[in-house]
DNA sequence: CCTCGCCACTAGCACGTGCAAGCGGTCGTG
DNA sequence: CACGACCGCTTGCACGTGCTAGTGGCGAGG
């Protein structure tokens, strides 16, 4: 019955306890098309697979088809823990039904351990973020061509994975709680600059249709007393409302307005993106921006398949909404 | 110069272009003993190997050697984070020493995307809680053997991770602070019901040898009103220090107090467990444990060699610091 | 001059798989 | 009955690597 606790159960081992030939036991197993089999012995050959536990060398396939046939998600080393989860489960379905295996790697900055690239040369690296002109090189060294977001600006619009639409919800979230003259709390991490400059850049522009002032920004970070600083500066500004560039900037403005003396959302509502599960623990509770990570998980994959098959995208777009929490933080 | 953009560099076209065997060039690349090789060949070799930009393929080394020379990481799906990234990091580097990689997995629920063991066939699996049964005959039906921490509980210490220094730091800084009745902040959560248990036994071992009643144990999670619910209890019992699973919790906890109206730490001290970043900044500001997760991915890494190799373990046992970080939930 | 041993290297197999080409048998058709 | 078409299966190669067994050359010793 079961294996012998030793030796790994080969297509060879297949074919042999069937008196068939290896070839047509790949056949079955690969379903592949333009050969012949009968339907009994079809069946005869995936039974007796299942029955002996039979697993495909993942290495032999590689080597022989020539292709890993596995998508490398670099996740950059911010803090975006367990939302990211999701987008990763997701995106490991979606790769899955189409044969591809999902395997993730968080960034640490440069010089650190090796990539993965190197040694398990996916077919795709997908990241979050465009990679370095360093890391796209290093790539290509190792024969990987299918990168994405791509290093040419060209093709890919600026912002492929529809992110931009939480600054925006922000903005309009605080006007129609009443606020007008708005703030906003910028992250000094050099990690996250590219990513707080696009979210900033989206919330200046939402403030700009709606006809309101210029934001206020103002960097709220670990510093000593430099969210207090930022609280005491919008105050003077007469600004009402803080757009977050994240959940952790929202904790450090709420909590310097907090021991300031300020109630929030009383004299300074806030709103933070995200939705970290810790935001609903605050006291007060914080306001957020829900991300469909699931939606952006299924795209992302939907992109790596495109790329690695050459063939035509198969989701209209994206499909992740994105979407307010409101909470006590802006008076919910 | 460069490769003309197409096919890899494989052994072979090294030794082609140098006149010479690819037997030889294996055995200059892979250092192996047992054969004479000159000098100046070997310079050689090595030097039209670096000009090529020859990389060994991955699969087929897998393939003929029949180990991957990979080990996976399995990281819980609570939130654990950017710690945990270090913890990785480490692990990495010190792996990669002895010619491993390590991949990571975060480990959604059952029945959702497949594992990575079944295709990477990685030579040893690390999880930071003991794996389930079912997840163990898993592993063991695609050939892994080398699971840590393995599930026969008598070779391997109850704690190999050393990870029970935590819950004893939580309960002696709670009695240094002057408590004495003391209760326990338990998640329900069944992903982690090992590591709760566990962490509830040292606890309770903890205050136990330091001659304090009986720990007053409570679920708090998200259902509504359980903290709430859990902190009545507590104050009834006249508990005055509350020793949290983890961050979340302690923050469940704290919420539930102050919206209670009581003062923390004035009338309910609380500690929580793995010094979330989150902690600081919530007011109060949060008590909690630091784990050293730099030396822990040491550790794992040697734990994972020591499998991976059958030879004894290189370092001595547990390097990893855990310190009380005091902040103002137990009146920093 | 022959032999033996050593050096430095080469021929070739095996790993498990995917798939092109081939091959015997049966059936339909003229 | 001859011949081709087709079905259902097999033989065999290739992928790139690690490593065992072997091989030619050459110097030393007798």
Redesign the interface.
Known sequence: MGAGAGK?VTAADVARSLGLSRATVGFVLNGTTGQRISEATRDRVLAEAARL?Y?P????Q??RRGS?RLVLLVIP?W????SV?KC??EA??TL?EAGY??????H?PVG???P?W????PEVVVGFAPFTPQEVAAMR???ITKIIPGPEPSPSPPDPLGLDDGPRLQVEHLHTRGHQRLGFAATTDARVSGLVASRLGAAREAAASLGLPPLVVRPVDGAPDAAGQAVQDWLHANVTGVVAYND?SA??V??AA??GGLGVPADLAVIGHDD???TA???PSISSIRIDYAGLGRHLAALALQAATDRPLLDGGVDAATAVVARESTGA
């Not at 060398?57 to 032999?60: D, L, R």
């Not at 803090?79 to 367990?82: A, R």
Request: aromatic share 6%; charged share 25%; glycine share 8%.
């Open positions: 790994r536990g697993r060398h993942t290495a032999a590689a080597l890993s080393d803090p975006v823990d367990f989860s990763v489960e490991s379905h899955e295996s999902l395997v993730t790697q968080t640490h650190t351990a090796r993965l190197e040694l398990l040369d060294g190792c024969g952790d904790a450090r709420i909590g907090l021991r970290n599960p810790y623990l605050f006291v």
